[in-house]
């Protein structure tokens, strides 16, 4: 028989096996697709073999004549979760550790363009949430996705509902009326893992019954407090049926998973022109391995 850690071993070196095999025969395949579709569109008399090479965004395109060859990504997922906090110059309360997920009001704007720029059936697509409840998010994000027609999920704590500088009932009840989604970010903003059951039934439970009466709808999506989870954690969620759990593990989500990955915009970020093409380009392997390696290890532990 073999003992936990050896089990553990195991299951890393099959789920590794898995991601190499997977990773590297999809993209020979899909290459190699993309150049025949090359070929055929009449680009036979350049010489030599054409090298094709991803561009921004998910076209790809030939490195040599600039022909976008194809507009289907290799991505094995297909949504790239962006996820905000506050926007605009922090409240003077701020922790330091926290402003570094301010960002600025136009630099948002900046982003939300990007987005529109996008055509709208190209995968991956993209979803914007905001987590803690900022006042903020109505009176900078909300005009900003309403002139655009975008849609976004604001996750709230109600233990800070009406708190300085927190959204209020009112807020809310706007952010609802405007089409958005909302869901609980937890009471009180603490990490689940180190709570006992009685603090996460208050978190958890409790925490969606309160929300669920603010806004006169079941509350059907939760978002993780600082992306902190174990394998005790993702149990009690799961009893109370959750239609979509967030983390913040980074990379991109797949349409029918239940626990989703979103990819959280820093202040260090924001000044980067190209920010969005860079996050939504296929990562290294090595890179995607690490992050299966982590969300693995976050399921167990
Ligand atoms: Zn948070």
Known sequence: MLGDRQGLALLVSLILYYNLYNSSVKRFVFLQGVKEAHYKWGNKGRRGRQSISRGAGCPLHCSRCGVMVSSKSNNMA????????????????????????????????????????????????????????????VLLALPELANRGLTASF???????????????????????AGMSVGSHGMNHQDWRHLDSAGLEVEISVARRMLADIIGQPVTVVSIPFGSYDRRVLRWLAREQWDVIYTVDGGMAR???????????????????????????????????????????????
């Open 78 to 137: 297909n949504e790239l979760i962006l996820n905000f906090h506050g926007l605009g110059e922090p409240p003077p309360c701020t922790a330091s550790e926290e402003m570094l997920y301010w960002l600025r009001a136009e630099r948002f704007s900046y982003l939300l363009d990007q987005v529109m720029d996008r055509s709208p059936n190209v995968e991956p697509k993209i979803s914007l949430t905001f987590d803690d409840g900022n006042a903020s998010d």
């Open 155 to 177: 996750f709230i704590c109600p233990g800070r509902i009406g708190r300085n500088h927190y959204l209020d009932e009112a807020m809310i009840k706007d952010l609802v009326g």
């Open 255 to 301: 349409d029918t998973s239940k626990l989703k990955p979103r990819t959280t915009l820093t202040a260090s970020m924001q000044d980067r022109d190209d920010i969005l093409q860079e996050l939504l380009r296929a990562p290294y392997l090595h890179l995607r391995l690490r992050r299966a390696l982590s969300r693995l290890w976050k399921r167990l532990r």
